[in-house]
């Protein structure tokens, strides 16, 4: 099975507090194939990418796949803290 990446967009163009742009996940065998994956499934919001392969797949709900997940949705299932926790 494919890899799992998590995606984190941001603009650091934009005003303190609204860089955060969000978060893809998606499976993919390298990291430059995930984000085309994010292209061509029309969730990429642009910005700088940070990616990271997650090794456990249980620790994502499957409902997260293949979608941007905002900062909001992120906190309120557990896959992030508010800033300052």
Known sequence: MKPIWWLSFAD????????FLGVCVVRSDDM?????????????????IH???IEDEKTIPI???NRLMQKTELIERG?????GS
């Open 63 to 65: 409902d997260c796949f």
């Open 79 to 83: 896959l992030a803290r508010p800033v």
């Open 12 to 19: 650091p163009d934009k005003p303190k507090g609204s860089q």
């Open 51 to 53: 990616g990271v392969a």
């Open 32 to 48: 430059i194939l995930a984000v085309q994956k994010t292209w061509e499934l029309n969730i990429n919001p642009g910005g700088e």
